[in-house]
């Protein structure tokens, strides 16, 4: 039996938002990789080991990953939302990359999941209706002067936005930053979207007019979006319903 | 019985990129209303109507459903994909915006899917593992002149890039301009990936270099992508694997 890695998202929470796919994955592999809360996630069984390791340590666990499907293992390596976006996919082929020449030849697959921007907005409506970007707010790993550049860039193409990572206990300025950026860039009160913990039992989704939100709004379970200059509210008895028209007018 | 609006999305093609959750909704629908090639992918049953319609009709398909659900039935949209990307969902809110207030009231979800973006970068490694945007080429919605800014302010930002609808039989041109503007733009060699029939038995994935490209390679079951600038290639014996480095040196 030959080896293999998968690296499966696992959605934004929900088992109801786990693909078949997934779920077919994890129940063939011998063993599973990943942070601790996401590998808890995943049920015990006979046969199954469960390897969870801490934060940070995406490429000692992306090796110890291509090293067990190097020796037969059936490995999947799980993220939450999709493992292309922010998380564990790029770790694992970076290691490839820099790894022994025949981990390229390895069975190295990507399962996608349902990612947390589009949990989030499907829940507020659809504020990223038209064109958007993904950012990811955390400078671990670029210069925050690169993510000031994107955020204004962003603002001059009127794209929507959706902000990953957008705030920890370790790095509590670059989102207020962030915010007094768009709040100059922008110069409008177009609506933004704070939703925290998406589709599991602590989920809260709110909707704040740009110029009223405030830093602390966020922290690192919650998903920012923001309205282009065309999106729209629609008030109700309910949550108010925000989505990006499709056309923009000549 | 009340009825009910569910807004959903089926994801590229494959059934095992269904989730669960839509998969329920589909089977409590009385009805189901969408593009004709994305309701043929429902099965039917007793009980089940189903309301196939033509492209280009978003806005009355809309109306139909949210009338329907008005009457207590139980409606389910069908988009491919995410219904919040470049889809259902922002038709159906221009629907309810523009109707009688009492469509305020329905309950109305959107169920999130797999949108083909991260369908067809997982398919080739994780291009958009860094910064990205996602582009709708077109222009039937919106001016030419907004998608050439939007793509020359997205390469200055340096986002991995994701075009939906890049090419038409009516509109051939489109493609080829943008082709012309990030040959140009971009001044380098960057991988792009255009990934045909994503999770289908049509599926084609090409990487070719953009210097390389030709409009010809794209359809409208083609999506696009582009890498940044840091976006790598993986050399290997099957399809080489392209990625985007999660970190930008200082």
């Given at each position: ?56 340590v ?12 190097a ?16 998380a ?52 671990n ?23 990953y ?75 108010p319903?925000?989505?990006t ?6």
């Amino acid at each position: 039996m030959s080896g293999w890695v998968v690296i499966a998202g696992l959605g934004p929470g929900a088992e109801a938002l786990v693909t078949p796919e997934v779920r077919d994955a994890l129940a063939e592999a011998t063993d599973v990789v990943g942070y601790i809360p996401y590998v808890a996630r995943v049920a015990e069984r006979p046969g199954l080991t469960l390897h969870p390791s801490d934060n940070r340590v995406e490429i000692d666990r992306s090796r110890h990953a291509l090293e067990m499907a190097a020796e037969g293992k059936r490995v999947v390596v799980v993220s939450s939302g999709d493992p292309g976006v922010f998380a564990m996919a790029a770790a694992v082929f970076e290691a490839v990359e820099a790894g022994p020449p025949a981990w390229r030849d390895l069975d190295i697959r990507v399962l996608p999941g349902i990612t947390a921007m589009l949990a989030a907005a499907a829940r507020a409506g659809a504020p990223l209706g038209h064109d958007f970007c993904a950012i990811n707010l955390s400078d671990n790993l670029k210069p925050w002067a690169l993510i000031e550049k994107r955020l204004r860039l962003a603002v001059e193409a009127d794209f929507a936005m959706a902000f990953y990572n957008p705030r920890s206990k370790s790095r509590p300025e670059g989102f207020e930053k962030t915010l007094d950026i768009l709040k100059d860039a922008c110069g409008d009160n177009r609506p933004m979207i704070f939703a925290r913990a998406v589709s599991t039992a602590d989920e809260v989704i709110r909707v704040v007019p740009l110029q009223e939100t405030t830093p602390e709004m966020a922290d690192m379970r919650t998903m920012v979006l923001v309205g282009s200059s065309s999106t729209r509210v629609i008030e109700r008895a309910g949550a108010p319903i925000v989505y990006t028209p499709r056309s923009v007018p000549e």
